[in-house]
């Protein structure tokens, strides 16, 4: 019963709020649309209302590795791993431009989905060769322009965590337009809002690991196919030793919780 509280509390929370982010969002992009042809601040504004929903919920404890890897402007085609719905708001935490790619139907949602559009975030419907394409041409657009396109390779969300195989939308874009690659792992992210489920699940720690960029040099001579498979090995490797260490942390902590609170 706990538990089904806090996920309606959680709830009204977003909508209650979004009724006033939303506003806030659509003047912003009124006044800067002008002279912001990216709506980098737009999306700055984004990444708060996002990430807010994480700073309010103490149960979710958030650290980001990495973030001197995400300086400059460098255009660049960031990829990572997917668990949870709860995965873009914490990404958001990146506060670093770039556009989503994301499911058409989110796009339809109040308010939330009417911001994704004015960010002009890039919509895909899955299993549509269509919007594939669609979805493909305007990344493209998008990178030209200067801005970063922020893609899940596995294409949906894992429902046990283990990284799925990747598809190569990601890859192709990386080869034809010799761009960098930033990998990110996110690790907590399933336990605490599970594929599937809206309800909250207790407190459980999260952690998104910002990895070395790739270059284009560093791939320039191999093929699409062999660029997948070599950036699935390595985020596969950094999510199983990201795993680990936050399971030993874990095994660490839990005696100290017990003696300090008795438990």
């Not at 895909?124 to 200067?146: H, N």
Request: charged share 25%; with cysteine.
């Amino acid at each position: 019963m706990k538990n089904r509280i806090i996920t309606a509390l959680f709830l009204f929370v977003i909508c209650s709020t979004s009724l006033v982010f939303f506003p806030v969002a659509l003047l912003i992009w009124a006044f800067t649309r002008p002279f912001d042809r990216r709506l980098r601040l737009l999306h700055q504004f984004t990444c708060f209302w996002g990430a807010f929903y994480t700073y309010i919920m103490p149960a979710w404890p958030v650290v980001i590795e990495g973030r001197e890897r995400l300086t400059g402007d460098a255009t660049r085609i960031f990829i990572s791993n997917h668990q949870s719905q709860l995965d873009i708001l914490v990404l958001f935490r990146l506060y670093t431009h770039f556009k989503w790619v994301s499911k058409s139907e989110i796009f339809r949602l109040p308010l939330i989905g009417w911001n994704m559009v004015l960010n002009r975030y890039i919509k895909l419907k899955r299993g549509d060769r269509k919007s594939v394409a669609r979805m493909m041409a305007d990344a493209a657009r998008k990178l030209k322009e200067g801005s970063s396109v922020f893609m899940f390779p596995e294409g949906s969300r894992s429902p046990d965590g283990t990284l799925k195989t990747f598809k190569p939308g990601a890859f192709i874009l990386a080869k034809q337009l010799r761009l960098p690659i930033l990998p990110v792992i996110i690790e907590g992210t399933r336990k605490a809002l599970p594929k599937y489920s809206i309800n909250f699940h207790g407190r459980h720690p999260i952690r998104v690991r910002v990895l070395p960029e790739r270059s284009y040099e560093s791939f320039a001579d191999k093929s699409v196919e062999a660029i997948m498979e070599d950036l699935w090995r390595y985020l596969n490797g950094e999510l199983l030793r990201l795993k680990e260490e936050m399971y030993e942390e874990r095994q660490v902590a839990e005696p100290i919780r017990q003696k300090t609170f008795g438990v």
